[in-house]
């Protein structure tokens, strides 16, 4: 009877128990927020990956720039005329060769320069991280700075 006691008692049969019940619940969680959240809040879009890094709002364009963690930046245009609940399209604007194999893992818009700033890394090795800039008009790269390693 002891030994029942103790294996459901376990440290990795609580910390199994606890991931097994999270998932249920945060879809839970994200259905009720769904349902309060009005729909000119949400855009929804084709993607040609499975996960994006970071996204921002270009207000001036009116698009979204998105980085992607398997490399590379894309773009998702909003038409004047959207209208809630149309599927926008994702398009690749930068695969620059020189970071094959990095992950872009966060950017800024810089309006004032007309640019925009990415943060390329080695995700899984941790041993390159670089600095790149991009012309928000042409997608040209305007400078791509190595940062130091350990």
Known sequence: MAS???CCCSTKFLILLFIISAVPIGFII??????????????????NGWLRECIKWDDLDRRFIVSYFEGGVGQ???PENYTPGTVL?????????????NGSLGLVI???????L???????????SALAAY????????????????
Do not use: C, M
């Open 110 to 116: 810089d309006r004032v320069r007309n640019r925009v």
């Open 30 to 47: 994200s259905l009720e927020r769904s349902i309060h959240q009005s729909t000119t809040d949400v855009y929804k879009y084709h993607s």
């Open 4 to 6: 029942v006691f103790s």
């Open 76 to 78: 998702i245009p909003v």
């Open 135 to 150: 012309d928000l008009n042409t997608w040209n790269r305007l400078f791509l700075t190595q940062l130091s390693g350990s």
């Open 118 to 128: 990415i943060v390329n890394a080695d995700v899984l090795g941790n041993l390159y």
């Open 89 to 101: 399209e994702e398009e690749t604007v930068i695969k620059d060769n020189d970071l094959a194999g």
